[in-house]
């Protein structure tokens, strides 16, 4: 599903949020320094559509990866040394706009992508040159030649902050990866432009933005345009986000895709994390933390009104779950756990954001796949969300796709309904007497005002559980002392080895009091 290429990426951000790049250099220039700036050409977004259009019925051609000789000396340790010098930034003269600073090519970063700068209608290229950055004198990347391209770009804090230099907001990297900061001001997952064969027996694509045009605003309250160039064997692609900073990150993406050849796998609007383990699922001795995850969870809004959360899980095998639905209202990934005591790390785990998908028109028909992979160490992205139309996709086909990302805290939209907070097993049975083989106590934990009734005696309230296989028994809800939370308690004794699904919420006179908890059960030893 991903390359180490894919695996190096995520783990630079998500857990050092590629540190060595964040010290930038602030050198005072005598002269101001510019960017160069080729030809102004007409530019539109319908003209990038229908150049991604005609780029469809041609035969892909691979981005250009400019002296591979030079590029690939530059590893992990010299690219960390490479510096975005901030005097050239875009926007650094003009209060109350986001200044622009690039990505350097390097061996994890060998495709060039070419940056155009966007005003009045005109788009300007941005030539590379190694003069914008900050290297040692022995660095591989001086002898690059110049207009080689850039690996990506991102978008500093406005410019009204003395620490501009040194805190962006959103980047740009890889492939069509994408990463914006939260509520809490911490980057942690990804999101894509696309996923292509994810969970497929055959290698994943991953198609590249191949150009990206960039329209500045003049103040904080507006939005950054981004448009960009989307280019993969199987299917081409033009985008617009609509970059709004706020107390967290709001993005709005209008996508045009049109299809190369048929495609197995087709995720649309993906997200991509990392889960290794929780109070739900640790081995004993796997490490010294209590837990390890920059998402604990998938949240579905499904076009019926009901919501869903299913706890991630760290599979001995890759795992594909499917949830059908028809106009789902959102769904993401998310960090619930935010206590700090609970990760006991200082890379922030308990501030990583959530992002909630929220279509923005009728998605139709389809399901909100979530794929899990095994992994053994938190530099792995193992885990990835998307819609999946249901139609097939075909060579010829063209896609028209809106909806908003939210880089927040928690879901945009909470539910009436209490929500899940913490998934704990064990051994099932009673503490005092000896445990029976192969019985498994769950307590499922909620929280919310919908509960509140329950220390009343005005709502009789039950848990409602299934079980796709073996028995439920000793079901019953209880207050958790000294909090405001209630959990749900029950054993399982599974009939076969098979993977167990179960379904839970609390009722109460009637009516769901809680979201909908999923769990893939796999029995222990």
Not at 122 to 142: H, W
Not at 203 to 223: Q, R
């Amino acid at each position: 599903m991903y390359t180490s290429t894919h695996w190096l990426i995520a783990f630079l951000y998500h857990r050092f949020m590629i540190a060595p790049l964040l010290v930038f250099a602030t050198l005072s220039t005598a002269i101001a320094a510019e960017l160069q700036l080729g030809p102004a050409e007409p530019f539109s977004y319908q003209g990038l559509v229908d150049h991604a259009n005609q780029l469809a019925a041609k035969p892909y051609q691979s981005p250009m990866r400019p002296s591979p000789e030079i590029v690939e000396r530059i590893d992990y340790e010299e690219w960390g040394k490479i510096r975005f010098d901030t005097d050239y930034a875009l926007g650094k003269k003009d209060p109350g706009i986001y200044p622009l600073t690039f990505f350097h090519l390097g061996m994890f970063f060998q495709k060039a992508v070419q940056m155009h700068l966007v005003g009045d209608g005109k788009a300007r290229r941005v030539q590379y040159t190694s003069r914008y950055f900050s290297m040692p004198k022995d660095s591989p990347a001086r002898k690059l030649a110049d207009n080689s391209g850039f690996a990506g770009f991102r978008l500093q804090e406005s410019r009204s902050r003395p620490d501009w230099r040194t805190q962006d907001w959103i980047a740009f990297l890889g492939a069509s990866y994408f990463r914006a900061i939260g509520a809490l001001n911490q980057y942690g997952l990804s999101a894509r432009g696309v996923a292509v064969d994810s969970a497929e027996p055959t290698p994943e694509e991953f198609p590249d933005f191949t150009d990206f045009y960039i329209e500045n605003t003049a103040n904080e309250s507006g939005p950054v345009f981004v448009y960009a160039l989307l280019d993969g064997p199987s299917l081409t692609g033009a985008y617009r986000f609509a970059l709004s900073r706020r107390q967290g990150v709001v993005i709005e993406v209008d996508a045009s895709l049109f299809v190369r050849k048929d495609i197995k796998r087709l995720g649309l609007a993906p997200l991509t994390s990392m889960y290794w383990f929780s109070e739900s699922q640790k081995n004993r001795l796997e490490d010294w933390r209590p837990e390890v995850h920059d998402s604990d969870g998938l949240a579905i809004w499904t076009g019926r009104g009901e919501r869903i959360w299913r706890p991630l899980i760290n599979p001995p095998t890759p795992v594909t779950s499917s949830f059908s639905d028809e106009n789902p209202k959102g769904f993401g990934l998310l960090q619930r756990d935010r206590n700090f005591e609970n990760y006991l790390d200082g890379v922030n785990y308990e501030r990583r954001p959530s992002v909630w998908v929220e279509p923005l028109e009728d998605w139709g028909p389809g399901s909100v796949q979530l794929v899990e992979l095994p992994t053994d160490d938190e530099i792995h992205d193992n885990i990835t969300a998307y819609w999946r139309p249901a139609a097939p996709i075909t060579a010829g086909n063209a896609y028209r796709l809106r909806y908003r990302l939210h880089w927040l805290a928690d879901e945009p939209y909470p539910a009436a309904v209490a929500r899940c907070v913490a998934t704990r097993v064990g051994r099932g049975g009673q503490p005092g007497k000896p445990r029976p083989k192969g019985v498994y106590k769950f307590a499922v934990e909620f929280a919310g005002a919908a509960l509140d009734p329950l220390w009343g005696d005005s709502v009789k309230a039950s848990p409602v559980i299934n079980t796709s296989q073996g028995t439920i028994t000793n079901a019953f809800i209880e207050p958790i002392p000294g909090t405001k939370r209630w959990r749900a308690i029950f054993d399982l004794t599974p009939a076969t080895p098979d993977v167990t699904e179960l379904r839970l919420f609390i009722q109460g006179n009637g009516a769901a009091l809680t979201e909908t908890w999923l769990y893939q059960f796999r029995q222990r030893d």
